[in-house]
């Protein structure tokens, strides 16, 4: 028996099934349509902005970086370009490993290389490149470039090199730059000068190089590369050309700077050379000293350890961070003191036996042999340390220090280089707040004595002392010293002077300054220096 179909009802349902998906599609248009008109219509600005920072990529150019030089013009630090194997590790298809042993086939790399490869990639992110080796040589550009499309995050480029041609000499006062590390890239992320630093892999790590940043560096440059989707470039859009960064001219004449250094030998210690009319800095010398050329690319471990565990601490700045007990050069300024204050004659005389006594403590002179009777030029001349345990006993420790204070003794002097060291200028009030128990708090007479002869508790820089001797042979007229004497503009040439800032003087008598003076000029003569001074030509 066949069955008969309504065949009204199956028209109906045909007719609601293809009401509901007509609704659906129209719905799905509706939301294409709305979708469409958001996207094109109400936020058309920020994708067309969008759109074109995809299709256009800013590519920054790094400066060329100041030259350094001495006052006579001789180059200090300069710039030289070359080509480095560069790897970025997350463009690597194989290990790190197997591509650094593959190139080595191509390219020298000894374990120098590897070991500071290593201590970079420690220090950047993933998708940095970093240098495997530098300095490439014609031959082993050639090979590697034959061999490229085996070694995809591979890639040599050609950049600038900072070279120190005199090598150790005045590497302290010079010092290096370096490739920025993760701290100092965050700080520079942070600072008004972020975009100038785009792209900047080296800055500016101790010494001028560090204090003088800003001058150096330069401003960076630009180039807009159209750029297609797969992120390679098509072509250049436009072109920022960067400003090199500008020149320093030192007040440093590097030949006498050389010849300190040559005289030190392999001994330690520090020299500042200070014209006093000025406060140029004419020699500044820590001994012993380091080749900052080893730390521009990136410093190798066994070079670093070399330097960093020597007993006799090259990396030391002793010039300006290192503090000592001056000893005898200190009687001078303490004899100034006691003559401004009228606690001293010129010809006052005491006699020098051999020792001093105080509170049943005997106090030794370091000549050995009793002076006999002596005066102030004769205390300078001999080196009498009797003569100044007695003018620290009158004077006391407080009034030193009230004194002594204004020459810049114990406290910074302000020179253009960074990391500058206090010392110590001792006082009763320092010594309050320099220790906790009550017992060690107390300034006990005893300890002014040594005081008078530059040691106790007295530690300053060879920079404060030399500071301090320009200020007494100037006659009281005191400046900041200065190693920088202008700075040249790269782009107009034109040379800014840097003058030491000149502070006020010290109201000294004429008379007074006179008598010490040549009472120093007496210890190269016929003093404690006569042997040194014999026969020089000057």
């Given at each position: 028996?066949?069955?008969?179909?309504?065949?009204?009802?199956?028209?109906?349902k045909f007719r609601l099934r293809l009401t509901v998906l007509g609704g659906l599609v129209f719905l799905c248009f509706g939301l294409l349509l709305a979708r469409f008109i958001w996207l094109q219509v109400v936020k058309h600005e920020d994708y067309a902005v969008k759109a074109e920072d995809n299709r256009i990529s800013l590519v920054p150019i790094q400066p060329n970086r100041g030259l350094i030089v001495d006052r006579n013009g001789v180059l200090l630090a300069r710039n030289y370009s070359a080509f480095t194997l560069e790897i970025t590790p997350s463009k690597l298809t194989g290990t790190l490993d197997?591509?650094?042993?593959?190139?080595?086939?191509?390219?020298?790399?000894?374990?120098?290389?590897?070991k500071r490869f290593r201590h970079l990639l420690e220090e950047s992110k993933r998708f940095e490149s970093v240098p495997l080796r530098t300095r490439l040589t014609d031959e082993e550009v050639a090979r590697f470039s034959a061999q490229h499309f085996r070694f995809p995050g591979v890639e040599i480029q050609a950049r600038l090199f900072r070279q120190y041609p005199l090598g150790e000499v005045a590497s302290h006062v010079i010092g290096f730059i370096g490739r920025v590390n993760q701290a100092e890239a965050r700080a520079l992320?942070?600072?008004?000068?972020?975009?100038?630093?785009?792209?900047?892999?080296?800055?500016?790590?101790?010494?001028?190089?560090?204090?003088?940043?800003?001058?150096?560096?330069?401003?960076?440059?630009?180039?807009?590369?159209?750029?297609?989707?797969?992120?390679?470039?098509?072509?250049?859009?436009?072109?920022?050309?960067?400003?090199?960064?500008?020149n320093l001219r030192l007040s440093l004449d590097i030949r006498l700077q050389e010849a300190i250094e040559k005289a030190f030998g392999d001994r330690r210690g520090a020299l500042i050379a200070i014209e006093p009319a000025t406060?140029?800095?004419?020699?500044?010398?820590?001994?012993?000293?380091?080749?900052?050329?080893?730390?521009?690319?990136?410093i190798d471990p066994v070079s670093w350890d070399t330097l960093n565990n020597d007993p006799d601490k090259p990396?030391?700045?002793?010039?300006?961070?290192?503090?000592?007990?001056?000893?005898?050069?200190?009687?001078?300024?303490?004899?100034?003191?006691a003559l401004e204050l009228g606690k001293r004659r010129p010809e006052q005389v005491i006699y020098?036996?051999?020792?001093?006594?105080?509170?049943?403590?005997?106090?030794?002179?370091?000549?050995?042999v009793p002076l006999g009777p002596v005066d102030m030029h004769k205390s300078i001349v001999k080196s009498s340390d009797i003569y100044y345990y007695q003018v620290a006993n009158d004077l006391g420790v407080d009034l030193m220090y009230e004194q002594l204070l204004p020459f810049g003794f114990g406290r910074k002097t302000g020179i253009d280089i960074d990391g500058e060291v206090t010392g110590l200028l001792p006082s009763t009030e320092w010594k309050r707040r320099a220790y906790r128990k009550p017992e060690q708090q107390k300034w006990y007479a005893g300890e002014t004595i040594s005081l008078g002869i530059g040691q106790g508790y007295n530690n300053f820089t060879a920079?404060?002392?030399?500071?301090?001797?320009?200020?007494?042979?100037?006659?009281?007229?005191?400046?900041?010293?200065?190693?920088v004497s202008d700075i040249e503009d790269i782009v107009t040439r034109e040379r800014k002077r840097v003058a030491s800032d000149a502070l006020e003087p010290l109201p000294f008598k004429r008379e007074h300054v006179e008598l010490i003076t040549k009472a120093m000029y007496g210890v190269t003569q016929e003093g404690t220096s006569t042997r040194v001074f014999m026969g020089a030509g000057y």
């Amino acid at each position: 028996m066949t069955e008969l179909k309504d065949n009204q009802l199956e028209l109906h349902k045909f007719r609601l099934r293809l009401t509901v998906l007509g609704g659906l599609v129209f719905l799905c248009f509706g939301l294409l349509l709305a979708r469409f008109i958001w996207l094109q219509v109400v936020k058309h600005e920020d994708y067309a902005v969008k759109a074109e920072d995809n299709r256009i990529s800013l590519v920054p150019i790094q400066p060329n970086r100041g030259l350094i030089v001495d006052r006579n013009g001789v180059l200090l630090a300069r710039n030289y370009s070359a080509f480095t194997l560069e790897i970025t590790p997350s463009k690597l298809t194989g290990t790190l490993d197997e591509t650094i042993d593959a190139l080595s086939k191509l390219v020298a790399i000894d374990i120098k290389d590897r070991k500071r490869f290593r201590h970079l990639l420690e220090e950047s992110k993933r998708f940095e490149s970093v240098p495997l080796r530098t300095r490439l040589t014609d031959e082993e550009v050639a090979r590697f470039s034959a061999q490229h499309f085996r070694f995809p995050g591979v890639e040599i480029q050609a950049r600038l090199f900072r070279q120190y041609p005199l090598g150790e000499v005045a590497s302290h006062v010079i010092g290096f730059i370096g490739r920025v590390n993760q701290a100092e890239a965050r700080a520079l992320a942070d600072s008004d000068d972020a975009a100038n630093y785009n792209g900047a892999d080296h800055i500016g790590k101790e010494g001028l190089e560090k204090s003088y940043e800003k001058q150096l560096h330069g401003t960076t440059g630009y180039e807009e590369v159209e750029v297609s989707a797969g992120g390679r470039a098509v072509r250049t859009l436009s072109r920022t050309a960067p400003v090199s960064g500008n020149n320093l001219r030192l007040s440093l004449d590097i030949r006498l700077q050389e010849a300190i250094e040559k005289a030190f030998g392999d001994r330690r210690g520090a020299l500042i050379a200070i014209e006093p009319a000025t406060g140029d800095v004419l020699a500044f010398v820590s001994k012993p000293s380091f080749d900052p050329n080893l730390f521009v690319e990136g410093i190798d471990p066994v070079s670093w350890d070399t330097l960093n565990n020597d007993p006799d601490k090259p990396l030391l700045n002793r010039a300006l961070r290192g503090t000592y007990p001056i000893g005898s050069t200190y009687k001078p300024f303490l004899a100034l003191a006691a003559l401004e204050l009228g606690k001293r004659r010129p010809e006052q005389v005491i006699y020098d036996q051999g020792f001093f006594m105080f509170g049943g403590h005997r106090f030794r002179d370091s000549n050995k042999v009793p002076l006999g009777p002596v005066d102030m030029h004769k205390s300078i001349v001999k080196s009498s340390d009797i003569y100044y345990y007695q003018v620290a006993n009158d004077l006391g420790v407080d009034l030193m220090y009230e004194q002594l204070l204004p020459f810049g003794f114990g406290r910074k002097t302000g020179i253009d280089i960074d990391g500058e060291v206090t010392g110590l200028l001792p006082s009763t009030e320092w010594k309050r707040r320099a220790y906790r128990k009550p017992e060690q708090q107390k300034w006990y007479a005893g300890e002014t004595i040594s005081l008078g002869i530059g040691q106790g508790y007295n530690n300053f820089t060879a920079l404060q002392l030399a500071t301090a001797t320009a200020t007494l042979v100037a006659g009281g007229q005191r400046f900041k010293p200065r190693l920088v004497s202008d700075i040249e503009d790269i782009v107009t040439r034109e040379r800014k002077r840097v003058a030491s800032d000149a502070l006020e003087p010290l109201p000294f008598k004429r008379e007074h300054v006179e008598l010490i003076t040549k009472a120093m000029y007496g210890v190269t003569q016929e003093g404690t220096s006569t042997r040194v001074f014999m026969g020089a030509g000057y």
